[in-house]
């Protein structure tokens, strides 16, 4: 997503630098717990971030999920550089809670949830929040699919507390999970390899899949549908010409139209005769899947996002 | 008959009051000897003045009922005192108390007022709702989950007043003379009385219900193009913004009702249409009431099946989104729904509630038209006109259908009514209706299963109550079996989602008090809906056997 969001900003003419940090990951879970280390650790994040920042003087410092802009004393400093400070949270805030400690620093922070997230943000003092779904990356390395055998339904993602439950009570016609964890759970037992699929994987399998079931995750197990936020997978599939059955978010409808575009349903009963539906119903799902690649391209790659940041800073 | 006193509490819109009418109406038919006290908020029950089956109506002002008609659980104790001081009927000894509203200011108030029997939610411990009565649980259940079930709110309202359900007509008489002063006021702007008039409501409580103004135009076009019809528009001043968009968008000339109309003289101007076309509004059922056909759109948050027009030949059109009807907890940011439903739907619509030949419809997959009658025993049923299923949406509803037709068959034994088997809705495959039977036995297998668990853990823990020297730890597991008894049911999937709340009602009822009796308490929940389960079986048994024979 940052390298996505990044080639977006090159693309619209913008001069972009990048500071990958997943370089650090594997010594990030190896400090962890080491209080002494995990000091190091950050401290030489902290460096590598101002050497950059010297190196590069940008205008505008743009951080999204999970980079390690939480170093107040930092941010004032940047700011006080005149650096424009913008973080986009592509999280789920009940979920991952940092955002209570960063947020009131930034200039602008980009959210993809609006209230009552945008209450709890003004309540500690952040009021330039705004509303940045996330996008399809146009960029991303697909891999060839035309021989590739299909996956009748399919699942590509972590087993939340939500989706363990729904599928215990799995699918029928060849139902096949991706992901990491998942043998943990004694069901449902269609798990396929567990391990973390990476993305080039991912794409291959959602391209493969007849029907993508999209279930977004939720900590609580009974929870189908009825939140806010729309996930990257919704995206991805769409962006890749894949079709899929969805739970009904609330911000889908500003993004996709759930019965044409998209299928967005409301109950896991619903999710799997539907699921039975469409695999018996292929010009139709390809009617739908083309629909929402369409949809994404007009609106909702990364390129757009990055206009629409540009737009809001005002630049 | 003996002399009885019936309190009914409706402090709710005016649409949900109207829907009230046909239940009270049958309770004077069955206790004529009967006082009929009815309670409701002034703004709306100004229909409500002169019905001759209401013997004393208490219209409390909306200011009068601030922290009271509340879902907050702080209860505004002084409020309900001020409450009871104005109105003295409050304090009257009643037979029968009914509560139809759904609130806890409104359970409260229940709770105050003395009454023999009680009926519908009625406010008995902390935090918690409890509902009197099967019919009263039912209707809370059913809230929550609408597709799995198919009676009218007039037909529950009906079984919660404890009378038999059969057809109601001409349940809001009007003043003959308001009648011709309001048709001389048509006239006066151009009315034929010879001419077919078609209403339109433009606008509804919420905004989000709102079919859009120029799909109401464009209907307007085509009724006059192919009907020849004159358009009425009724709406309060409120919504005068729609009536401007639909302005400028209807190349017709139309009367414009808008802001003209009272609560006083609406149901004589609704009189004056033949057919009303409304978003599901209180209007809506006014006209119903009336005796004037209707053609409701159902969008968003509304749901044909619940709040459709009363009576038979009316027509509810019902978008086909997958994800409608939606709660108000779930409502989406942008919805689409409305747009899903073409105003051809609407034509077709019309003709239909007219009695003309529909023919094959243009009406799109976004939304499907259904028409009401009586069942067999007394009820309201909408049935669904076309049929075709070539569509995932049109294919989904009517897979939703048929799920709700066998919810059904399986509920009215518990509620009273008489079986209807008739001919289930679906028009698919047979695969389908064995699959929803399926699912169905599935369900009932895991309720009996999980009832026969607690039940299994409840008599452990009378039978070691009884031992001289109990063991602690061993009924301490007991009462975790029973636990996560209760937890697992509340997690269950599959289609006995109405079964699962009213576990929930059952449990409020559930006396608060320690073990050994306790476990008696949970028994007796348990043998209760192990019973319904028993009854499930047997029924969807029946179904299958007789879908055989056809």
């Not at chain 1, 806010?228 to 889908?252: C, H, I, S, W, Y």
């Amino acid at each position: 997503m940052c390298r996505a969001i990044h080639q977006a900003f090159k693309d619209i003419g913008r001069q972009a630098d990048i500071l990958d940090f997943s370089g650090f990951q594997k010594e990030l879970f190896e400090t962890r717990g080491d209080e002494e280390r995990s000091c190091q650790f950050y401290l030489k994040i902290k460096i590598a971030l101002l050497e950059k920042v010297a190196g590069f003087q940008p205008d505008v410092i743009f951080g999204i999920a999970q980079s390690p802009l939480h170093n107040v004393e930092m941010l004032t400093e940047f700011k006080r550089a005149g650096i424009v400070l913008c973080f986009w949270f592509m999280e789920d805030y009940r979920i991952f809670g940092y955002w209570k400690n960063i947020a009131p620093y930034f200039d602008y922070f980009f959210t993809i949830q609006k209230d009552p997230f945008w209450k709890e943000l003004k309540d500690i003092g952040c009021t330039t929040y705004h509303y940045l779904p996330m996008a399809f990356d146009t960029n991303a390395a697909v891999p060839e699919t035309a021989a590739a055998e299909a996956i009748p339904i399919s699942f590509v993602g972590a087993p939340y507390p939500n989706r363990v439950h729904f599928f215990s009570e799995h699918l029928d016609d060849g139902f096949r999970i991706y992901g990491e964890d998942w043998n943990r759970h004694q069901n449902p037992q269609v798990v396929v390899g567990d391990r973390r699929i990476p993305e080039y994987e991912a794409y291959g399998i959602y391209r493969r899949s007849l029907v993508n079931i999209n279930l977004h995750s939720s900590p609580f197990p009974g929870e189908f549908g009825g939140g806010d936020f729309v996930n990257p997978r919704t995206f991805e599939l769409a962006g890749l010409g894949a079709f899929q059955l969805t739970d009904m978010r609330k911000l889908l409808t500003l993004h996709f139209d759930p019965a044409e575009e998209v299928i967005a349903l409301t109950g896991w009963g619903d999710m799997k005769k539907a699921a039975s539906y469409f695999l018996r119903h292929e010009e139709e799902r390809k009617a739908i899947a083309d629909r929402a690649k369409a949809r994404v391209l007009k609106g909702h790659t990364y390129r757009h996002r990055a206009e629409e940041i540009m737009e809001i800073l005002g630049t | 008959m003996p002399h009885k006193k019936f309190l009914i509490i409706h402090l709710s819109r005016l649409g949900d009051m109207i829907q009230s009418l046909p239940a009270v109406k049958l309770l004077k038919e069955e206790h004529p000897e009967s006082e009929i006290t009815y309670f409701a908020l002034e703004d709306f029950c100004v229909p409500l003045r002169g019905i001759p089956w209401i013997d004393t109506l208490v219209a409390v002002p909306s200011s009068d009922i601030k922290g009271i008609s509340t879902e907050d659980t702080e209860i505004d104790v002084e409020a309900f005192d001020r409450l009871f001081q104005r109105n003295p009927e409050l304090s009257t000894q009643y037979d029968v108390l009914i509560n139809m509203t759904h609130n806890r200011g409104s359970s409260y108030l229940s709770q105050r007022i003395k009454a023999r029997e009680k009926r519908g939610r009625i406010f008995s411990k902390e935090n918690e709702i409890v509902m009197a009565g099967n019919w009263g649980k039912y209707l809370f259940a059913v809230a929550r989950n609408r597709s799995d079930n198919l009676l009218n709110l007039v037909d529950l309202y009906t079984g919660m007043a404890g009378v038999r359900n059969r057809p109601v007509e001409c349940y809001l008489p009007t003043d003959p003379s308001i009648d011709r002063q309001c048709l001389d006021l048509l006239k006066e702007q151009g009315f034929d009385a010879d001419r077919l008039a078609v209403g339109f409501q433009l606008g509804a409580s919420k905004s989000l219900r709102t079919w859009p103004p120029e799909r109401f135009s464009r209907l307007g076009e085509l009724l006059g193009e192919r009907l020849d019809a004159q358009i009425i528009l009724f709406g309060s001043e409120h919504e005068r913004e729609l009536a401007d968009q639909f302005h400028k968008s209807a190349p017709f000339a139309f009367i414009d009702l808008i802001g003209g109309t009272t609560l006083t003289n609406l149901p004589s101007f609704l009189k004056c249409v033949k057919v009303l076309v409304s978003n599901d509004t209180g209007p809506m059922h006014i006209a119903a009431a009336v005796g004037t056909k209707v053609v409701g759109i159902f969008m968003s948050t509304a749901y044909f099946r619940i709040t459709g027009p009363y009576g038979a030949g009316h027509i509810a059109i019902q978008s086909n989104y997958p994800c409608s009807p939606c709660l108000d907890s779930t409502v989406c940011a942008l919805p689409l729904c409305g747009r899903s439903i073409l105003p051809e739907a609407a034509l077709a619509g019309v003709k239909s509630a007219l009695g003309m030949e529909v023919g094959p419809m243009d009406a799109g997959n976004g939304a499907d038209l259904y028409k009401s009658d009586f069942g067999g025993n007394g009820t309201l049923l909408y049935r669904r006109l076309g049929g075709e299923n070539d569509h995932f949406l049109s294919w989904l509803r009517s897979y939703h259908d048929t799920k709700a037709w066998v919810s059904q068959t399986l509920w009215n034994k518990w509620l009273g009514l008489e079986q209807d088997f008739g001919v289930p809705p679906f028009s698919g495959d047979g695969g389908e209706m064995a699959g929803i039977l399926q699912d169905y036995q599935k369900a009932c297998l895991s309720y009996g299963k999980l009832y026969a668990q607690g039940k299994a853990a409840c008599r452990n823990i009378i039978s070691e109550f009884r031992k001289p020297r109990p063991r602690r730890e061993f009924i301490q597991e007991m009462v975790v079996r029973i636990e996560q008894t209760e937890e697992d049911i509340k997690n269950l999937e599959g289609p006995l989602a109405i079964l699962r709340d009213i576990h929930e009602l059952y449990s409020t009822e559930t006396e608060f008090c320690n073990f050994p009796r306790l476990a008696h308490e949970f028994i007796n929940k348990y043998d209760k809906l192990a019973e319904v389960i028993l009854c499930f079986e047997n029924r969807s048994d029946q179904i299958r056997r007789s879908l055989c024979v056809h």
